[in-house]
């Protein structure tokens, strides 16, 4: 019985560990800018951005040295029924659906994106 009691112990040790550990990707990064006129442009940054998701928040480099990491992301249901994350800090938005991430406000954005997992 005590031989069975560590085993469980130790298969939700590490169970937890599992669920809370953080997933690392590398991402294409976009800066994205919409105008008024409509004259609206995108460039890419960054073929090698990464983004670490810890589940309901995620941290990003935008200028490779500064680090943002968003507040926490709640569950949301977006167009088209598409399941995603979502949260707002400091009139930024900041979304995670699928393999992308990104952080916006009205009128300009950084979009990771096409993001594959990579061992850190």
Not at 19 to 43: M, W
Not at 72 to 79: F, S
């Amino acid at each position: 019985m005590a031989r069975l009691v560590a085993f469980i112990a130790v298969l939700l040790t590490l169970t937890s560990y599992t669920a809370f550990a953080d997933t690392n990707y590398k991402c294409v990064l976009t800066h994205s800018i919409q105008r008024p006129d409509g004259d609206d442009s995108a460039e890419v940054l960054n073929k090698n951005a990464h983004v670490t998701d810890a589940g309901n928040t995620f941290t990003v480099s935008p200028d490779g040295i500064k680090t943002i990491t968003s507040p926490e992301l709640t569950d949301i249901i977006g167009q088209n029924n598409q399941p995603m994350k979502a949260g707002t800090a400091n009139n930024l938005m900041y979304i995670h659906v699928q393999n992308s991430f990104v952080i916006a406000n009205e009128t300009e954005g950084y979009i990771y994106a096409d993001c594959v997992k990579i061992d850190k």
